[in-house]
DNA sequence: AGCCAGGCAGAGA
DNA sequence: TCTCTGCATGGC
């Protein structure tokens, strides 16, 4: 029989399913009317009560500082919104992911998170994490009758699975990357507390050093996990939705995409990304639970 | 059955 | 600097 630790956020107006299953990460499961997920080596459940947050763990939790951090509990979004182009795409975006908050992830699992979604869909990406953490992450303590938790597996234990063995959470070629960037932060040569400090092209190329890394996984990691709020990161979805949305009628090339994308969307540029990105897969109805109908959302507080 | 998925690297023009 | 292709695996 284990004990749990229990706090109360207030937090008006935020959106816990938006924020938790967005696609910028990638380990929080819906169970009984709240999120359940592993961060920081600590098992955690989230629960959205009106206008409050609450939030139960299994060990001591301490000020729960880790817990504000992890969820920008500080941000005002308001303000971002506020920092936004005014343009209809955004207004939109806006009203329906209000209350979505970027997360600030752990940097290790942010990398490796992404490195195992290029070309898989989210749902696959999801079950691919799963299985290498039940393999390879250490047990964390988990309230009785709950299953077996594990944390994301640390970059040192990584380093040592063979490509093989790697591959049997069915991540395919991607298990080189991923191998080659445990190696790295392992041995200290790529330092997150490091990168962070760069201005953010510095900060990208530093990642983008990494095999398997390119433009869009680094800037994920920017801006999902480093506190790079400008980062804009480009995916097949946005990119279609940068076409659609602001040069209907041109014929913009990537490139010209990915310029637009920097100076644009302004200095939370990477909030704006996520509405976008939300957004229009809300719509296509690829969001689990939403239909592609505008189903009501479990928005805390209209 | 065939196409595509929160891309990237390497080759060839 | 650009376009094209292979890459593992699975969902639809």
């Known amino acids: 029989m284990s004990t749990t630790f229990e706090a109360t956020f207030p937090i008006p107006g935020h959106d816990l399913a938006a924020t938790l299953d967005c696609g910028q990460a990638f380990r929080w499961e819906a169970r009984d009317g709240g999120w359940e997920g592993v961060i920081f080596g600590r098992w955690v459940r989230l629960v959205a009560r009106g206008t409050t947050l609450q939030a139960i763990t299994t060990r001591d939790p301490g000020d729960w500082a ?9 941000e005002d979004l308001a303000a ?22 970027v997360l600030r992830q752990e940097p290790w699992e942010c990398l490796a998170s ?29 309230p009785a009758g709950c299953e077996r938790a594990y944390a994301f597996p640390a970059p040192e234990v ?7 063995e790697l591959r049997e ?6 298990a080189r990357y991923l191998r080659a960037a445990a190696e790295a932060v392992a041995s200290g040569r790529l330092d997150f507390a490091r990168v962070r400090r760069e201005a953010l092209p510095v ?24 506190g790079y709020t400008r980062a804009f990161p480009v995916d097949v979805w946005v990119m279609k939705a940068l076409r659609e949305l602001y040069f209907p ?16 969307f302004g200095r939370y540029g990477g909030y704006a990304q996520q509405y976008l990105f939300h957004s229009i897969r809300l719509r ?19």
Do not use: N
Not at 203 to 226: N, Y
């Open 80 to 101: 971002i919104h506020a920092t936004f182009p005014l343009d209809l795409p955004l207004a939109d975006a806006i009203l329906v992911c209000r209350g979505l908050r």
């Open 169 to 174: 959470s069915k991540m395919g070629f991607r």
């Open 284 to 302: 296509a109805g690829r969001v689990a639970g939403k239909g592609a109908d505008g189903a009501s959302s479990s928005r805390d507080v209209p």
């Open 66 to 74: 880790w817990l504000r951090d992890y969820l920008a509990l500080d």
């Open 203 to 226: 900060a990208r190329e530093e990642l983008m050093l990494l095999p398997g890394v390119g433009r869009k996984i680094a800037d994920c990691v920017l801006l999902f996990s480093l």
């Open 114 to 142: 992404f490195i195992l979604s290029s070309t898989k869909q989210i749902v696959q990406i999801r079950q691919i994490i799963r299985q290498l953490s039940a393999r390879h992450g250490a047990e964390v303590l988990a």
């Open 249 to 264: 009628r041109g014929q913009p090339s990537p490139a010209r995409l990915l310029a637009f994308s920097e100076h644009y």
């Open 158 to 164: 990584l380093a040592e699975v063979s490509e093989v």
